[in-house]
């Protein structure tokens, strides 16, 4: 028979000494046997969906639910920093003194006496400094994750080259720049440019986004939930009511549309 753990008290369980433990428990010899065949590739998905779901409760201001998802992606960390431990490939501390060395070094305004004017100037010391750390790779724009969504990846080059100075002088300009490249997705003829073209609409949407200060992939992800909340509502009024929906007009759907826009927001 395995020897039970000693239990956490209540005191124990808020400290990160705890949690440490758990997880070293969780990957020992004796512990759970899903948590001891988990490698660095096989975390991945977990660690994409964990944020997606912390990203949802932060959507919906949900601050209960963005309590316990932080939750679990800090334990998506602490498993791969736990398997990199034993593995020799790195400690836990080597994260932490890493992550503080560098928030020290991009933040001269705060612990080296370095006066800023304001955020937008941060930002532009945030990448100089970044480029000091790796002068090998000093491209602006290096640094975005391959795997990062498309649209958040405009978003962030965008920034990126904005940041040097690579930026349209107007927000109208750039509402300019949508007419002209709608008008080319109209004129393209095959398929290789219409997918072009499409892609240059995205693109300059990202960067009026930016300008306006919005997050694509949050208002496309809260559209996308609006969407649903309404035609979920149409499919329950049409069983209400003894209709079938494949058989009604687009007016008809409209309609329903219409309402679900007043009665569920």
């Known amino acids: 028979m395995?020897?039970?753990?000693a239990e956490f008290s209540e005191e124990e369980l808020g400290t990160f000494q705890a949690f440490k433990k758990i997880v070293e428990r969780l990957r020992a010899p004796d512990g759970c046997p899903w948590d001891r065949k988990q490698t660095h590739d096989s975390l991945k998905q977990y660690l994409l969906e964990e944020s997606y779901e912390v990203l949802e409760t932060i959507d919906d201001n949900d601050m209960p639910s963005l309590c316990?998802?932080?939750?679990?992606?800090?334990?998506?960390?602490?498993?791969?920093?736990?398997?990199?431990?034993?593995?020799?490939?790195?400690?836990?501390?080597?994260?932490?003194r890493k992550i503080n060395t560098k928030l020290i070094f991009r933040h001269p305004?705060?612990?080296?006496?370095k006066d800023v004017k304001d955020a937008d100037e941060v930002s532009?010391?945030?990448?100089?400094?970044?480029?000091?750390?790796k002068p090998e790779n000093n491209s602006v724009l290096a640094g975005v994750p391959k795997g990062m969504p498309a649209l958040a990846a405009s978003q962030s080059l965008q920034r990126r080259a904005a940041s040097?100075?690579?930026?349209?002088?107007?927000?109208?300009?750039v509402m300019e720049k949508l007419v002209e490249e709608i008008n080319e997705l109209r004129q393209a003829d095959s398929k290789d440019?219409?997918?072009s073209e499409f892609g240059d609409i995205?693109?300059?949407?990202?960067?009026?986004?930016?300008?306006?200060?919005?997050e694509l992939e949050?208002?496309?992800?809260?559209?996308?939930?609006?969407?649903?909340?309404?035609?979920?509502?149409?499919?329950?009024?049409?069983?209400?009511?003894?209709m079938d929906l494949k058989k009604m007009t687009l007016a008809e759907m409209d309609s329903l549309w219409d309402e679900a826009k007043g009665k569920t927001g």
Request: charged share 35%; aromatic share 10%.
């Open 164 to 173: 040097v100075g690579f930026d349209w002088e107007k927000l109208d300009d």
């Open 2 to 5: 395995k020897k039970r753990p």
């Open 218 to 242: 949050s208002a496309l992800r809260q559209t996308n939930v609006r969407f649903t909340r309404r035609f979920n509502f149409i499919e329950d009024s049409c069983r209400v009511k003894g």
């Open 193 to 195: 440019e219409q997918e």
């Open 109 to 113: 305004h705060v612990f080296s006496g």
């Open 68 to 96: 316990e998802e932080l939750g679990d992606l800090w334990l998506q960390i602490m498993l791969h920093s736990q398997i990199a431990e034993e593995q020799d490939e790195f400690k836990l501390e080597d994260v932490l």
């Open 202 to 214: 995205l693109f300059t949407l990202a960067n009026i986004a930016r300008r306006m200060d919005i």
């Open 124 to 133: 532009v010391n945030w990448q100089e400094l970044k480029g000091q750390e």
